[in-house]
């Protein structure tokens, strides 16, 4: 199993310009997160999802969107990119042997000059 | 409000000096504490789940512990290869695993 897969691992954007994040996840795992961190602070949970077709906001959703049409990819819309969307981007699903333990990706760190 | 505070924010020990790691949390019906190992440049990676006071988890040099209010990491003998940052979060209500995670602790171990 690759576990979870995030692409790219870089990016730079111009202030106003859209792109997507990409993620996925080979475990057949139903809940599905996207997590922002920045400088030397804790993750913060954007959005999440329990299933295919079924998302929701965690705490800090403005200028983000997500979708998710299949099990295994959850991608990460940032639609007018920000300064203040500079960070790095964390993608995890939920599963294990217990059910409770959060797989994280490697992370895509993006800068928006 | 879900909080969770880690202290110290960083840690330089001497090879072989153990040491502990707080984590002080407030929450609302609490499903879950966790605790996570972060090296630099990579995504966090799981250690341990506790649910309710008075449980311990150990792995290796590393034993976690709950209280109603705060979680102990404990570091016995560490290594240089424990260097990392070593994160805290919190899981309330039902439903999805929304984490509230502290800011970590950066932990150096030096030979």
């Known amino acids: 199993n690759a576990g979870v897969t995030q692409t790219p691992k870089f990016r730079i954007l111009k202030i106003g310009q859209s792109m997507t994040l990409q993620c996925t996840q080979d475990m057949n795992h139903n809940y599905m997160y996207w997590y922002r961190q920045d400088p030397g602070m804790g993750l913060k949970l954007i959005y999440y999802?329990?299933?295919?077709?079924?998302?929701d906001k965690g705490e800090v959703p403005n200028g983000y969107n997500v979708s998710r049409s299949t099990t295994e990819d959850f991608p990460l819309r940032l639609e007018l990119a920000a300064p203040s969307q500079t960070s790095v981007y964390f993608c995890a699903s939920t599963g294990g042997r217990m059910g409770n333990e959060q797989f994280f990706g490697p992370g895509t760190r993006l800068t928006v000059l | 409000e879900d909080q969770v505070t880690q202290s110290p924010e960083a840690l330089r020990l001497q090879e072989g000096e153990s040491s502990s790691l707080n984590c002080s949390y407030t929450?609302?019906?609490?499903?879950?504490l966790f605790w996570y190992r972060q090296d630099p440049g990579k995504g966090p990676e799981f250690l341990f789940t506790l649910y309710s006071a008075g449980e311990e988890k150990e792995k290796e040099r590393l034993k976690a512990t709950l209280t109603k209010k705060e979680s102990f990491l404990h570091i016995t003998a560490p290594k240089p290869e424990d260097s990392a940052t070593y994160l805290c979060?919190?899981?309330?209500?039902?439903?999805?695993?929304?984490?509230?995670f502290g800011q970590g602790t950066r932990l150096t171990i030096n030979p």
């Open positions: 979060a919190v899981q309330a209500g039902q439903g999805a695993q929304k984490l509230v």
């Open positions: 999802s329990v299933g295919a077709g079924i998302t």
């Open positions: 929450v609302s019906g609490l499903r879950g």
